[in-house]
């Protein structure tokens, strides 16, 4: 029964992943001509429709919702209470940041894509560039508190910590980021390279909680 609990769990996650994943490609999918210095403020986000926007930002709200439910049930998977704890707290401080940094971006976007169906295309870039660049400290800070429960649970994992084969340490969701980011770089400029860039980190979710089913249908297999 508590299998079973850590999979649906997981599959929340899975389906989290989705949500934002598709806000993601929903709010960057498009021309990836650029004329500024932003290169995400493209041609094709200034024609993106609104409704587009709208939608990814709504899925912002039952993501987290599911991540939460998958990223708390994960602490489970540690041995000790004390570094359970560690983790709990860990986590909860960085799921505090995604939906404002999903908000910040999609509203620089939503005014980008405004400006330049409603005659003021000239001027959209350097009020947008000047908008992101007042407050463009929200993702250093936002990526300082999200970063280090990953970081954390990598250090648990390759010090046996965990439930999981030290080997496991290495599906950490920061080495598959790096890894598609990677890949991300060797594919042609195109729509598609934008919207599997800026879902980089749902992408990376996804095979993380992937590789944790994988291992709870393994172990189960064994124990049958």
């Not at 990836?32 to 041609?43: C, F, Q, R, S, V």
């Not at 990814?56 to 998958?70: E, K, R, T, V």
């Not at 080495?175 to 860039?197: N, Y």
Request: net charge positive; with cysteine; charged share 15%.
């Amino acid at each position: 029964m508590k299998r079973n609990k850590q999979k649906l769990a997981l599959l929340c996650g899975l389906l989290g992943c989705l949500c934002y994943g598709g806000g993601d490609w929903l709010m960057m999918y498009g021309d990836p001509g650029h004329a500024g210095a932003l290169i995400w403020l493209t041609e094709g986000t200034a024609r993106i429709p609104l409704w587009r926007y709208d939608l990814a930002m709504a899925l912002a709200f039952p993501g987290i919702l599911l991540y939460g439910i998958a990223l708390f049930a994960v602490e489970t998977y540690i041995r000790g209470d004390k570094e359970r704890k560690v983790y709990h707290y860990l986590n909860a401080f960085g799921l505090t940041p995604w939906i404002a940094l999903h908000l910040f971006y999609i509203m620089i976007l939503v005014l980008f894509s405004w400006m330049n169906a409603n005659g003021f295309a000239a001027e959209s870039l350097t009020v947008c560039e000047g908008l992101f660049s007042r407050l463009s400290w929200l993702v250093p800070v936002s990526e300082a508190l999200m970063l280090p429960v990953f970081l954390y649970w990598f250090y648990l994992q390759i010090t046996g910590k965990t439930v999981f084969p030290k080997t496991m340490a290495f599906t950490n969701v920061l080495i598959l980021f790096a890894v598609l980011k990677g890949i991300s770089l060797l594919l042609p400029v195109s729509a598609f390279r934008l919207g599997f860039t800026n879902g980089l980190m749902s992408e990376s979710m996804i095979l993380w909680f992937g590789f944790m089913l994988i291992w709870e249908g393994d172990r189960r297999k064994l124990q049958v």
